[in-house]
């Protein structure tokens, strides 16, 4: 179970809409719609902010949404607030009851 | 409401061995599978493993396999996970997280636990 792919940083403008991508494999993101994304902030546990690809948690704000085409996962999160500066880390099923996490993306709000 | 609490910090030197606890409550906890998952210093989250509460099955990363340990104690509806021939890589802090679906052995967690930092070295 090798990580998924993301990029290690993206950066936009308040106002702005990003997107941070996901790649795996036929063997996780492409073979289930069982993929999740994660927000943390310096010290803090992890945040659900995204699961089984596109379905957002209660509570969470509607500016973050998910998406898939094969075996790669993108979240979007537009309206960039600075608050949303942070971590962020996707997850995907990979089969036989395991998970498999991306090496995480470092959001910058300029 | 949901809470997991876990257990404090530990110094372990190589080759030694590390059992960490998580204490649930607010919940029924034999309900949702416990995952257990890792952050190295700067690093991204790494998944060791889950432990389903009510029978004690466990599903583990095959990097992981003959080296972690999960068991339950369902009277105080703790967790534990055990990492043996600790090296320094292990340095990491150490999660519990609640699976948010229950009986969902394959499922993302939803709730965490503050971390259990641990730290190897001779």
């Known amino acids: 179970q090798s990580a998924l792919t993301q990029p290690a940083s993206v950066s936009g403008s308040p106002g702005q809409s990003i997107t941070i991508s996901c790649t795996g494999t036929s063997s996780d993101v492409g073979g289930y719609n069982f993929v999740s994304w994660y927000q943390q902030h310096p010290g803090k546990a992890p945040k659900l902010m995204i699961y089984?690809?596109?379905e957002g948690p209660s509570g969470v704000s509607n500016r973050f949404s998910g998406s898939k085409s094969g075996n790669t996962a993108s979240l979007t999160i537009s309206g960039l607030q600075a608050e949303d500066e942070a971590d962020y880390y996707c997850?995907?099923?990979?089969?036989?009851?395991?998970?498999?996490f991306g090496g995480g993306t470092k959001l910058t709000v300029l | 409401q949901v809470q997991l609490v876990q257990s404090g910090a530990e110094v372990k030197k190589p080759g030694a061995s590390v059992k960490v606890s998580c204490k649930a409550s607010?919940?029924?906890?034999?309900?949702?599978?416990m995952h257990w998952v890792r952050q190295a210093p700067g690093q991204g989250l790494e998944w060791l493993g889950i432990i389903n509460p009510s029978g004690g099955s466990t599903t583990y990363a095959q990097k992981f396999q003959g080296r972690v340990t999960m068991t339950r104690d369902t009277s105080t509806s703790t967790v534990y996970m055990e990492l043996s021939s600790l090296r320094s890589e292990d340095t990491a802090l150490y999660f519990c997280a609640r699976a948010s679906i229950p009986q969902g052995g394959g499922v993302p967690p939803d709730y965490w636990g503050q971390g259990t930092p641990v730290t190897v070295s001779s």
């Open positions: 997850c995907s099923y990979a089969g036989s009851g395991t998970l498999v």
């Open positions: 089984d690809v596109s």
């Open positions: 607010g919940y029924t906890f034999t309900t949702y599978y």
